[in-house]
């Protein structure tokens, strides 16, 4: 029988299957080395360093709980020896002992395989087959039989490591043929720079979930491969425990996220890592935010810097978008790197045009919105064709995209439902096309949670059903506008001041953007002036709500210091309502309001 020599790197043929056995084989040895192919459970790690004298301790204490969990004691010396064995094989890569220590121990699934392999020569006594110099076969101990079949392997390390991180055997087995040419000690340095990067320092997980859940949800073109690339990686994220919401975890994503792209681990730290962070940060990306931008678009790591990303970038130019302006479009859709993306910024901008929207309304829509890139126009224009049946179009339609884009994304069927909603409460078409323009919000908004919600609320203060279409047409944002930390806040403000709640609510069925109003910027200030300087009761405002829409410093101030000088007393309505020329002409004896020359700096 030929004996064999111990290999120095890993052969060509490294990776075998034999999947009639479900195990996966590595090298040529004259039995099968079997690793089952079972997801690994996930194991504790050890991450406080650990002094050397302490190493066989560790190993000991962390095989001692096979025994406390039924396992034979033999099988406790076999693993301890074993992961001595992988232990010295990784230090002999160039990693410190602790990291070998802790990698030893968290791959489990690796030391089984070199244990039933060594077992499986044992059985069939063919360890005479082998060839190690300065060794007797005869008295090789376990250890030392489970080292060689490491090195027998030729893996360098490289499948320890990868279980360690989170892979399985499959996994492992399937990246570590990127991984041939480099070495475990660049590959660690890889993976405890991306995990930094990636999952340290940031509470942003929900917004990571959200938007990853959105961008899938709102593509509606055909796709280039590194879009697809990614979608693959969200749906394996999707499909395990926490879904989406766990992309921004390293102990849930970065095990998929190496699958999905294992060509990260072959970049260089130096060279190609810090140089894209150092530029996504440039073009006005928060340190924090870069996280965001690559696990939500990994291919982004691929991309040349300027060959790739600079070119794409000035393509954004055409929105009149700043270095500022683009980063923040990349932060909230990084897909706008892909080149499927750009070539449908292009028929955007095509389609609006044919529909005489102003381009600046479809480059403002587009910066606060840049999922929109991500939609086919075909799917606009069954929104588009809407808004006109609402006679909203041309110069109007860019006002409402500009304001709401993401009713370009809505179903038509689901637009529909809030102008029903609106029929039902007493408006007819051209008042609904009105408050769309007005406030677009309301029709992306949901009739249930938000709408319902709200509608329910002014019942409640003592709106009636016949006062709330005049109301909602006065200041259909109230709509929108939130209970609990807007409209219930100004409404106890103003009772506080003395007025009743019947008070306030006659002054919102005159006067709707009552509650609209900021209790310190509007609200506060113009009540003080009012009660303090003016010496009039709070209950003026009552009759005239309208009080708090004008200027405190260009209107009201001015007007009463004329009044006041000339010892006039007036309501507010007169004092406010009548235009420049008629309070001149009534309260000041003149055909129009006196306006002080310019100032000589001025001129």
Not at 112 to 135: A, G, P, Q, T, Y
Not at 250 to 271: G, H, T, W
Not at 380 to 387: A, G, S, T
Not at 402 to 415: H, T, V
Request: glycine residues 4%; proline residues 6%; aromatic residues 8%.
């Amino acid at each position: 029988m030929s004996t064999r020599v111990l290999p120095s790197s890993i052969p060509q043929n490294f990776e075998l299957f034999d999947f009639s056995n479900c195990r996966i084989s590595f090298g040529t040895l004259p039995s099968l080395i079997k690793i089952p192919l079972s997801p690994a459970k996930s194991s504790s790690k050890l991450n406080l360093p650990l002094h050397p004298n302490r190493f066989l301790r560790t190993l000991t204490r962390a095989s001692s709980s096979t025994v406390e969990n039924g396992g034979n004691p033999d099988d406790q010396s076999s693993i301890i020896e074993a992961r001595e064995a992988v232990s010295e094989i990784l230090q002999e890569t160039g990693v410190s002992k602790e990291e070998s220590m802790e990698i030893a121990l968290n791959s489990p699934k690796y030391v089984k395989m070199l244990i039933d392999s060594v077992r499986d020569l044992d059985e069939l006594s063919l360890w005479k087959s082998w060839k190690i110099e300065n060794e007797d076969l005869d008295t090789l101990s376990f250890k030392k039989k489970v080292f060689y079949m490491a090195k027998e392997k030729g893996d360098n390390g490289i499948l320890p490591f990868l279980e360690s991180v989170g892979l399985n055997p499959m996994s492992s087995t399937h990246i570590a043929r990127y991984l041939v040419s480099e070495s475990l000690p660049a590959i660690i340095h890889k993976v405890k720079y991306l995990k930094e990067l990636l999952f340290s320092g940031s509470d942003d997980e929900a917004f990571i979930g959200k938007n990853a859940r959105r961008m899938m949800m709102q593509l509606s073109i055909f796709i280039d491969e590194d879009v697809q690339q990614t979608l693959s990686f969200f749906e394996k994220m999707e499909a395990r425990r926490g879904g989406l919401g766990m992309l921004g975890s390293k102990d849930a994503s970065f095990q998929y996220l190496i699958e999905s792209f294992p060509r990260l681990l072959m970049l260089s730290v130096k060279n190609r890592l810090k140089p894209l962070v150092k530029f996504l940060e440039g073009i006005g990306i928060p340190k924090e935010r870069v996280r965001v931008v690559l696990l939500l678009f990994p291919p982004t790591f691929f991309y040349d810097i300027e060959k790739d990303l600079k070119p794409r970038m000035r393509a954004f130019e055409k929105v009149g978008a700043d270095e500022k302006d683009i980063g923040s479009m990349v932060v909230k859709y990084p897909w706008i790197l892909s080149t499927s993306i750009l070539e449908n910024y292009e028929e955007i901008l095509s389609f609006f045009e044919l529909e005489k929207v102003p381009k600046v309304s479809v480059d403002q829509s587009i910066k606060s919105w840049p999922h929109l890139l991500g939609c086919s126009t075909s799917k606009m224009k069954l929104m588009v064709e809407q808004f006109v049946e609402l006679d909203v179009r041309n110069k109007k339609l860019g006002q409402v995209i500009a304001s709401s884009p993401q009713l370009l994304l809505k179903k038509p069927q689901e637009f529909l439902q809030v102008v029903s909603f609106m029929e039902e409460l007493g408006f007819d078409r051209e008042s609904i096309g009105r408050i769309l323009c007005r406030c677009p919000e309301i029709f992306a908004a949901s009739i249930e949670k938000t709408l319902k919600r709200k509608l329910k609320f002014l019942n409640e203060i003592g709106i009636s059903e016949d006062h709330l279409p005049r109301v909602i047409r006065k200041y259909p944002e109230l709509l929108v506008s939130d209970i609990d930390h807007t409209l219930l806040p100004r409404l106890k403000y103003l009772m506080k001041t003395g007025l009743s709640k019947r008070d306030v609510v006659f002054m919102i069925r005159r006067f709707s953007p009552l509650l609209g109003y900021s209790i310190e910027e509007v609200l506060k200030p113009k009540l003080e002036f009012l009660v303090n300087t003016m010496e009039k009761p709070v209950r003026d405002v009552v009759e005239y709500p309208r009080y708090f829409s004008y200027s405190l410093d260009k209107k009201i101030k001015p007007r009463f210091w004329v009044l006041k000088g000339r010892n006039l007393d007036c309501s507010l309505k007169d004092m406010l309502g009548k235009n420049d020329d008629d309070f001149a002409a009534d309260y000041m004896g003149i055909g129009r309001m006196l306006i002080p020359p310019p100032s000589p700096s001025l001129q």
